[in-house]
């Protein structure tokens, strides 16, 4: 049996009729960038997750990127975990910031709220809550920590898709949350997208002069921007695609329930703590041997990967921003053993249960 690590088909299929309606509308008007089908998502976006605008951009690299501009924090120093995609801190790149790591929870491997403060100098501006495979970071002890410490939270939540903290939209949390629509996220289009959404008008306003080289409509820019917008094409299938999300999620928390009912007693291996507010973007194992786990699970047809192998602050071109090697143990722990599971809604139950048997069967050797 070949279990890829995600498989969208079903999910093309499911909703062929709603993106198909949306392409045909979309060629009739022939308007391919800033028209009616980014517009209308826009709305639908802001609407599903509880916030009050949406502006959508090219990808979630830019999404970050503008919502630091945003906030109007260039020259600064920024905060993020040391285990998140690079794309966060070439973000940070990007708006002219400077990155500064800091390590993780070891049992939730989100960003550590207890030892973030030590990482506090007068130089910094914000911090980047990276709600890492699904789960959102503990955002109320965090705006406590950014309240005193007069400091901005820009979240990167371009895993959680849908994700809510205790019951409450994101964007209460903050003035931006930056999603990334690459095509295995739980809402994902076919090329690259992102979003940031926000609830300040004057927020959303600045984000749609950044996005679009700083002008309105006209051809006269008023500020230093970009041009990073998602183009008709990607909204067409994301149009479609959110209103099945809700669903989707409650299909991989399902499959995540299985992973971790076939693993619980399993030796060798450690799941993930995960509150209920996961959107389980990724099903996260730690593992002994654990490439020799991988090779064992590709020789049974077993897709895996590792989010992520390097921490931030060992990558070269973030080196000279980090601290040396060994001083956040955590993360670079994490980043020896952790491993991704197969997890896609819609996976067969067999799949997944060929998964969990084929890493008990490694670990029973
Ligand atoms: C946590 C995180 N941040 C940022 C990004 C960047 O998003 P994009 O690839 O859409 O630029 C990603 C996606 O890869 C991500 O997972």
């Known amino acids: ?22 392409l045909r509308r979309l060629f009739e008007r022939m308007q391919f960038i800033q028209g009616e089908e980014v517009a209308c998502f826009e709305q639908e976006l802001a609407r ?7 502006v959508a951009t090219g990808t979630g690299t830019a999404a970050i990127e503008l919502s630091l501009r945003a906030v109007e924090i260039e020259g600064r120093e920024v905060l993020l ?9 070439q973000a940070v790149l990007a708006a002219r910031c400077i990155p500064r790591f800091a390590d993780i ?22 911090i980047i809550p990276v709600h890492l495979y699904g789960q959102p970071c503990p955002m109320r002890e965090l705006s406590r920590i950014a309240r005193r410490a007069r400091l901005t939270l820009v979240q990167d939540g371009c895993q959680a898709h849908g994700a809510r903290h205790e019951g409450v939209a994101l964007t209460r949390f903050s003035p931006c949350v930056a999603y ?15 979003a940031v959404l926000t609830d300040r008008p004057s927020i959303a306003e600045r984000l749609r002069l950044l996005r679009d080289g700083g002008r309105r409509n006209g051809q006269v820019s008023r500020l230093p ?40 007693d399993c030796p060798g291996i450690e799941r993930v703590r995960r509150s209920v507010d996961s959107v389980n973007h990724l099903y996260v194992i730690r593992a002994r ?11 049974r047809g077993i897709s895996t990967a590792v989010h ?30 952790i491993v991704s599971l197969p997890l896609w809604p819609k996976m067969p139950q067999e799949s997944v249960l060929h998964v969990a048997e084929s890493v008990r069967e490694f670990y029973k050797k």
């Not at 079903?10 to 949306?22: G, I, K, S, V, Y």
């Not at 070891?106 to 130089?123: F, M, Q, Y």
């Open 1 to 22: 049996m070949t279990v890829p690590m995600v498989n969208l088909r079903p999910l093309l299929e499911e909703t062929r009729t709603e993106w198909t309606a949306n």
């Open 48 to 54: 599903s997750f509880g916030s009050r605008f949406a």
């Open 81 to 89: 975990p040391a285990l998140t995609s690079l794309f966060t801190a």
């Open 105 to 126: 929870h070891p049992g939730t491997l989100l960003l550590d709220v207890a030892g973030v403060e030590r990482h506090i100098t007068p130089a910094t501006a914000a």
């Open 180 to 194: 990334s629509f690459y095509p295995t996220k739980n809402l994902g289009c076919l090329g690259d997208g992102g």
């Open 225 to 264: 921007a970009i041009n990073s917008r998602l183009d008709e094409m990607q909204a067409c299938y994301l149009r479609a695609f959110l209103p099945r999300l809700t669903e989707w999620n409650l299909e991989r928390a399902r499959i995540a329930a299985l992973y971790d009912e076939t693993l619980s």
């Open 289 to 299: 041997r654990r490439e020799r786990l991988r090779a064992h699970l590709a020789a």
């Open 308 to 337: 992520y192998p390097v921490p931030l602050h060992l990558q070269p071109a973030f080196r000279e921003f980090g601290p040396a090697r060994g001083r956040l143990p955590n993360a670079e722990k994490a980043c020896r053993e």
